[in-house]
């Protein structure tokens, strides 16, 4: 499995998920864009980290809940690297809270962020994609959007329109070549698991068959797969990567 002398961008790249996923698809020989939203330190040690690699790297601090500064990232990360053969829309957030409780602030926060998120990035890559008649593009949803999880109507809501919004454009753009995918990991050891409450992660244990929380690597290695061409027969699916959570 190689991309080499593929262009990737990876949203939210410097820290858990999406930080692993940058690394793995720089491993696997691709040049790789990433953006974040605050870090700007994280930002240039991941810069860094892929650069040891020997492949090329970029980080571009951009919202992607900012239709504009999504477009200006994606055409940014092609002046710089050349063009694009690779987007995974990975940024995320959570604003966990049962209906009752929840503001319309962060209803609107996660939905921004997450799904309107993939529409903005997906949008300005999608076309340069088109036209060199192939690309990948693969969206981390979420187990929580399979099933829906009590405290995350917003986030459940979120990762289900991403699903959706897969299919969609999977069936849209297949005969210009290009593949969309999602993939969607259950419990994942990173700072967003690591801010839950330690007896909400115990009862989750209880429903994983593996019986332990996943690592990041493990999400990124099915994406780095879904990137490269042994993954050319496979579009509009989802992929869960839950230790068997969902099934
Ligand atoms: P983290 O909270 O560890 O990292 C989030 C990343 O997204 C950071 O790089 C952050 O940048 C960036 N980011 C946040 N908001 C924005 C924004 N508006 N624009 C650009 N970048 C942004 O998340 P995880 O690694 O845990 O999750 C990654 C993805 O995987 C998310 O989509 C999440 O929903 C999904 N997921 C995670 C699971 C888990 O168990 N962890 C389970 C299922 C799905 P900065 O560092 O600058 O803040």
Not at 97 to 115: G, H, P, Q, R, Y
Request: aromatic share 4%; proline share 1%.
């Amino acid at each position: 499995m190689s991309l080499k002398g593929k262009v990737a961008i990876v949203t939210g790249g410097t820290r858990g998920i999406g930080r692993a996923i940058a690394l793995e698809l720089a491993r696997n020989g691709a040049d790789v864009a990433f953006s974040y939203a605050k870090n700007v330190e994280k930002a240039k040690e991941v810069e860094g980290e892929i650069k040891k690699l020997g492949v090329k790297a970029l980080a571009m601090q951009s919202d992607v809940a900012n239709f504009n500064q999504s477009k200006e990232m994606v055409n940014n990360a092609i002046k710089e690297l050349g063009r694009i053969d690779l987007l995974v829309n990975n940024a995320g957030i959570t604003r966990d809270k049962i209906l009752m409780m929840m503001s319309e602030e962060d209803w609107k926060a996660v939905i921004d962020t997450n799904l309107s998120g993939v529409f903005n990035c997906s949008k300005a890559a999608v076309v340069p994609m088109m036209k060199q008649r192939s690309g990948s593009i693969i969206n981390i949803t979420s187990v929580s959007g399979l099933v829906g999880m009590a405290g995350q109507t917003n986030y459940s809501s979120s990762k289900a329109g991403i699903i959706g919004f897969t299919k969609a454009l999977a069936k849209e753009v297949a005969r210009r070549g290009v593949r969309v995918n999602a993939v969607a990991p259950g419990f994942i050891e990173t700072e967003m698991v690591q801010a839950l409450d330690q007896k909400y992660i115990d009862e989750m244990l209880k429903l994983i068959p593996l019986g332990r929380v996943g690592k990041a690597e493990e999400v990124a290695r099915v994406v780095a797969f879904l990137a490269s061409d042994d993954a050319s027969y496979i579009t509009g699916h989802v992929i869960n990567v839950d230790g068997g959570m969902v099934m």
